[in-house]
């Protein structure tokens, strides 16, 4: 799953949402200096990962792809989830998207110090271009894909994934809504497990 879906399974709490959201940039076990919940967050983000790699219906999602992402078929994936998750954020949040969009910048941007390197560099450029809001638009899926296959140098073809969305569009929607419950009852036990 990508950014807001991790941001999402935190069940709100504040800090966990931090470490979920840091995770791909702390490598390794050495994160003990975070605080508690941080840390909570990180191995839950790993958790969820695990188990989103190994999903029926994501590895169903991956072959409908075109086979010229190869290895990138995952993190297509993964946003054209993200994607879903906001165009139906009503049917899994009462607080509006642009509002909890908003309070996740702002918890960010306060703790931004005790956030990796990496993110730091990269916050700015996801405020600015507001990704998480932009999710739910196929233009703001276009530009995340264009960003990412930027930085492949254009080994990715991630770019041409927008094509995939939209011609299967109604398939890939429905494998969201079914692995994400899926997905929503592994993160809530495990982030018990996990407390």
């Known amino acids: 799953m990508n950014f807001l879906a991790h941001l999402y399974l935190s069940d709100n709490n504040t800090n966990v949402m931090i470490g979920n959201f840091i995770a791909d940039h702390v490598k390794g076990k050495n994160f003990s200096h975070y605080h508690e919940d941080i840390q909570k967050g990180i191995l839950l983000h790993r958790e969820i990962d695990t188990y989103t790699d190994a999903h029926e219906i994501v590895r169903i999602s991956k072959r409908r792809l075109h086979e010229r992402y190869r290895h990138y078929d995952g993190v297509i994936i993964d946003i054209f989830y993200d994607h879903y998750?906001?165009?139906?954020?009503?049917?899994?949040?009462?607080?509006?998207?642009?509002?909890?969009?908003?309070?996740?910048?702002?918890?960010?941007?306060?703790?931004?110090?005790?956030?990796?390197?990496?993110?730091?560099?990269?916050?700015?450029?996801?405020?600015?271009?507001?990704?998480?809001?932009?999710?739910?638009?196929?233009?703001?899926?276009?530009?995340?894909?264009?960003?990412?296959?930027?930085?492949?140098?254009?080994?990715?073809?991630?770019?041409?994934?927008?094509?995939?969305?939209?011609e299967h569009y109604t398939i890939f929607e429905n494998d969201f809504t079914t692995f994400f419950e899926d997905l929503r009852t592994f993160s809530h036990q495990k982030l018990e497990e996990l407390s």
Do not use: C
């Not at 918890?107 to 998480?132: C, F, G, H, S």
């Not at 809001?133 to 264009?146: M, P, T």
């Open 85 to 166: 998750l906001a165009k139906n954020w009503k049917n899994y949040s009462q607080i509006p998207l642009d509002v909890y969009v908003d309070s996740v910048y702002n918890l960010l941007q306060k703790n931004i110090t005790i956030l990796p390197q990496k993110t730091q560099d990269m916050l700015p450029y996801m405020i600015e271009y507001n990704w998480l809001y932009n999710y739910q638009f196929a233009k703001g899926i276009q530009e995340v894909l264009s960003g990412m296959n930027r930085r492949t140098n254009g080994k990715s073809h991630m770019n041409l994934a927008t094509e995939d969305l939209l």
